[in-house]
């Protein structure tokens, strides 16, 4: 056909021009086999190296402690420079951004092993994308083609976040940034974007996200002063964000680093704590497993830069850009030769018949799709599909009830989660590596089942192509092969143990010619496979139709690789019974070949192992249960010290409030139920009130009344009954949660009430324990709030004169001079005045000392109610009362003593229904600094003052120096 005498043409051109294959990299050094030697990681030190080393140093240290006598040290280096280290392997691991790593993944360099996670403000973040940013008044900027002729500025070119990532959604938007735009400065720092975009410097700026956010918090920018532009709505994701999102920096491997050096590396960095000093250092809160890069690569070879910015000319590149050429050369060879007229109407032909071919192709396409779904579906076999990005976009019913997970949450890359950690790496380069080079791929790992076990699967994949050939990715299904998998370890330890066993035990023999197909069964096989003696056929048919159905494709498949390939087998499968009773037994074969390698004989045994397979599922049981009991006695003893813990802590408290932060923290450590809270009462008749919670305690009331809860009323602990669902008020019940409340009680006095939330399905191990937990928090805290409140309470009575509630002279000796010193430091003046109530013997001798005490009851409440909040009031002794007041200037402090004095003139005082004669009080005001800078020159001021007012006649208020 000439179509294909064209692309047959044009590739050996291709063929013909394409450059000699790279050499190969050179080996990497054998430092990473050498346990003596030290692993160095090369760090991407874009702040210099003293921060790289500042930053990521810890993680070396963290790694010689876990990884010992292995040593790593972190090698900050440029750009440039670890780009020639990788390709030197004078590295071994290195820590880079993302964007470089994509480099060094496409030269074939590098491999990952981790990923970072982030500090985010609601959670750990393995996700960053780009912001684009300009000022509030810009608000007709929407969208990347709103760009065209503005002025950019951006921190870096070769920055993922401030530029390359915003290249491909221009780019999708039908922008060219590079060329549509007016101007691109580079400031070389992402907070000079902000800054320059706010100062007018920019119309616009490209960021990466987090960073506004970042910013703001510190006070240094209003996020209402920005507009964002292309703003996107990531479900999960808390910043702004105007492109798509991208994984975080990696830590990568020199491909010749050993697999077990780098799943050592991993295995410790997934145990790394956010706590950790490593951790801290770095910013971050952790690692996570590896994510998918693939994104970026699209990134770059949409928007062509690194790897991909001079892409390899391909056939389809060839017939866009000549394609008329190439035709126009091919019709005047065919003119040349006369048969133009043939040409045209055999193409057109042709081409009728291959666009009809490739509609009816698509169209059955399309229905083959859907019937292989709906197919797919009612397999029981785990089947999935993947596209050609490696992102997984279908898995059938089976598969999502063996993980109990939802198609959504399986959908991408999802499916990872559910692979166990030690399997993983290998798991996704056998992935990775099948998928890049278009191969079949068969792998065995382990699957997490719905309830919580790792099972093996074996995993087979296969590529898919289209109609014309174009890959569409991979369709693969797996089996699970746990028990196989069980099988085969406990025959290689079980094998001396059951060897003596085996000599008593009824095994029938098998001797198979294989050339012609017959085989002889020992006398065993009848009862075996409960046949009477005789009664079993004595064919290969005949014991393959007893073997189990789901067991028969693994048993035909064992013999025939043993006869292709190997020269034994070894299997364990079911058996059934013609009464339908069920069997296990163990099949054991050795085949016998001749001088030209060609099987002629297979000698096999047939045992039965049910017995075996009993005992063993009994004895898992029995571990699982011990394991259970050891779980529970260690989670039993890391409560104890827990609560040890919080005790002290507790007892340690000197407020309040620390008791309920310690609490609120403590109840989280001990994983106290799915979430709860702490709630004390109020003054009385205003109900309790949340003061410290943890986890999700979002359906509990923080304020309720007392009536709201059922273990108030009926002073003790409430466990509403999921079949009654009698639920207290302060609760929003749900089905998905149970629900204890306890209250704190001393004394028939209620303090407070802790109250606990736990998932509906929770074991009731795990309830018991934690009505066990809240019986004994509850028991600590009432302790040590009773010994608080008992501290201030002995405390309020060493500081306060029991008659007329006023602060002591020992309190004021204390409190004087700290106030006084506050305000000479702040430059504000303070006023003291020395009050003494006129005649105040007279009502002592005339009506008697409860005279004497009700005047001075009364002569104090209205100094303690007309003075402000700030001022202090005390009774110095007898019938001397002091007022402080801390920064009050001298006119101030004189006319709230007259007020006050004139509300003691006229206060009603009555003795035993008598009323007494109109009080009055003399009053000396000192004021600092202006009398006196320390407390006893200012009390000895305002004496002298009050003296004066004494001998002026009393009922007098005089500053220092009046009445001289």
């Not at 590396?265 to 497993?289: E, K, Y």
């Not at 009464?579 to 001088?595: F, L, S």
């Not at 800078?933 to 004494?950: F, G």
Request: hydrophobic content about 40%; glycine content about 6%; overall charge negative.
């Amino acid at each position: 056909m000439p179509y294909r005498f064209i692309r047959s043409s044009i590739l050996l051109f291709v063929i013909a021009a394409s450059p000699p294959p790279l050499l190969a990299a050179p080996s990497a050094t054998g430092a990473a086999d050498n346990p003596a030697a030290v692993i160095r990681i090369g760090v991407l030190a874009y702040r210099g190296q003293e921060y790289a080393v500042k930053h990521w140093g810890p993680h070396a240290d963290y790694l010689n402690a876990q990884l010992a006598p292995r040593r790593f040290e972190i090698v900050p280096m440029a750009y440039a420079d670890l780009t020639r280290a990788v390709q030197k392997r004078d590295i071994q691991l290195l820590i880079t951004n993302t964007g470089h790593y994509t480099e060094m993944e496409m030269a074939g360099s590098v491999s990952r092993i981790a990923t970072r996670l982030m500090r985010g403000p609601t959670g750990p973040l393995d996700r960053f994308g780009g912001t684009v940013i300009t000022r509030a008044d810009n608000t007709q900027l929407r969208r990347y083609a709103d760009l065209k002729g503005l002025r950019l500025m951006v921190p870096d070119k070769s920055s993922l976040g401030g530029w390359q990532v915003h290249l491909r959604e221009a780019l999708a938007q039908g922008v060219n940034l590079e060329k549509d735009t007016r101007a691109i400065v580079e400031t070389r720092n992402h907070e000079k974007v902000v800054e320059g975009v706010l100062a007018g410097t920019a119309d616009v700026g490209f960021v990466r996200s987090d960073l506004v956010e970042s910013m703001a918090a510190e006070g240094r920018i209003r996020l209402a002063d920005l507009h964002i532009v292309n703003l996107r709505h990531e479900p999960g994701y808390p910043y702004l964000l105007s492109t798509r999102l991208y994984p975080e920096w990696p830590l990568a491997r020199i491909n010749e680093v050993p697999e077990a050096l780098a799943r050592d590396v991993l295995i410790s960095l997934l145990n790394l704590q956010p706590d950790h000093p490593a951790a801290r250092a770095a910013g971050i809160l952790g690692w996570t497993l590896p994510q998918n890069y693939q994104s970026v690569h699209d990134l770059f070879r949409e928007a062509r830069l690194g790897p991909y910015a001079n892409p390899p000319v391909t056939l389809t590149d060839l017939v866009e850009r000549h394609g008329r050429l190439l035709a126009t050369s091919i019709l005047l060879a065919f003119l040349a030769l006369g048969g133009l007229a043939w040409y045209i109407g055999n193409v057109n032909r042709h081409l009728k018949a291959e666009i009809r071919r490739r509609i009816e192709a698509e169209h059955s396409l399309e229905e083959s799709d859907s019937r292989f779904l709906d197919m797919a579906n009612t397999l029981p076999s785990l089947i999935w599909l993947a596209g050609p990005d490696k992102r997984c976009t279908f898995f059938n019913r089976a598969w999502l009830a063996f993980t109990g997970r939802t198609l959504e949450q399986e959908m991408g890359d999802g499916w990872t989660t559910g692979v166990h950690p030690d399997d993983l790496h290998d798991c996704l380069r056998t992935y990775t590596e099948s998928f890049d080079a278009r191969l079949p791929f068969e792998m065995k790992y382990r699957l997490r089942h719905a309830n919580g076990e790792y099972r093996w699967i074996v995993d087979s994949g296969t590529p898919r192509y289209g109609p014309e050939g174009e890959f569409r990715g991979y369709f693969g299904h797996c089996l699970d092969i746990t028990e196989m998998q069980r099988l085969t370890e406990a025959v290689e330890a079980g094998r001396e143990r059951y060897a003596l066993a085996q000599r008593a035990a009824r095994i029938a023999s098998l001797d198979w010619h294989v050339e012609t197909n017959r085989p002889q069964w020992s006398d065993e096989i009848d009862a075996m496979l409960g046949y009477p003696a005789g009664g079993f056929p004595r064919t290969l048919d005949a014991y393959l139709e007893r073997v189990h159905p789901d067991d028969r494709s693994t048993v035909q498949s064992s013999m025939q690789a043993a006869l292709r390939h190997q020269r034994n087998y070894a299997i364990e499968h079911r058996i059934v019974l013609p009464d339908g009773r069920v069997r296990w037994v163990a099949e054991v074969g050795d085949v016998v070949r001749d001088e030209h390698n060609r099987a002629v004989r297979m000698i096999g045994i047939v045992q039965d192992i049910t017995d075996r397979r009993q005992a063993e599922e009994a004895l898992r049981q029995s571990n699982d249960k011990l394991t259970q009991s050891l779980d529970a006695l260690r989670l039993h003893t890391r409560d104890l010290t827990r609560i040890n813990e919080m005790n002290e802590l507790l007892q340690s408290c000197l407020r309040e409030e620390e008791i309920h932060r310690v609490f609120g923290q403590m109840a989280q450590t001990l994983a106290l139920g799915s979430g709860g809270m702490l709630a004390l009462t109020r003054p009385p008749g205003r109900g309790l009130q949340s003061v410290a919670s943890w986890g999700d305690a979002s359906s509990l009331e923080p304020l309720f009344s007392n009536d709201d809860c059922w273990a108030i009323r009926r002073g003790h602990a409430y466990e509403p009954s999921l079949a009654a669902g009698v639920h207290c008020a302060h609760y929003h019940a749900t089905a998905a949660l149970r629900s204890l409340c306890q209250p704190l009680i001393i004394q028939g006095e209620t303090l407070g009430l802790l109250c606990i939330l736990a998932p509906a399905e929770s074991d009731e191990a795990d309830w018991l324990r934690i009505r066990q937990l809240s019986v004994t928090l509850a028991e600590a805290f009432k302790l040590a709030l009773a010994n608080i409140r008992l501290r201030e309470a002995l405390r309020e009575q060493a500081m306060r004169d029991p008659l007329t509630g006023l602060f002591n002279r020992r309190y004021l000796d204390e409190t004087l001079p700290r106030e006084l010193h506050a305000c000479l430091r702040e430059e504000q003046p303070l006023a003291l005045a020395i009050l003494d109530l006129d005649h105040f013997k007279r009502y002592n001798d005339t009506w008697g000392h409860e005279a004497g005490d009700q005047v001075l009851i009364e002569v104090s409440r209205i100094l303690r109610e007309h003075l402000r909040a700030s001022d202090i009031a005390c009774r110095y002794g007898g019938e001397e009362l002091v007022a402080v007041m801390p920064r009050a200037e001298l006119h101030e402090a004189r006319e709230r003593l007259s007020r006050i004095a004139h509300l003691v003139r006229d206060a009603e005082i009555h003795i035993h229904d008598r009323p007494l004669p109109a009080v009055t009080f003399s009053a000396g005001i000192a004021l600092a600094p202006l009398h006196g800078d320390d407390a006893e020159t200012l009390m000895r001021a305002a004496d002298q003052a009050l003296y004066a007012a004494k001998q002026a006649g009393r009922d007098r208020l005089f500053t220092v120096g009046e009445g001289a």
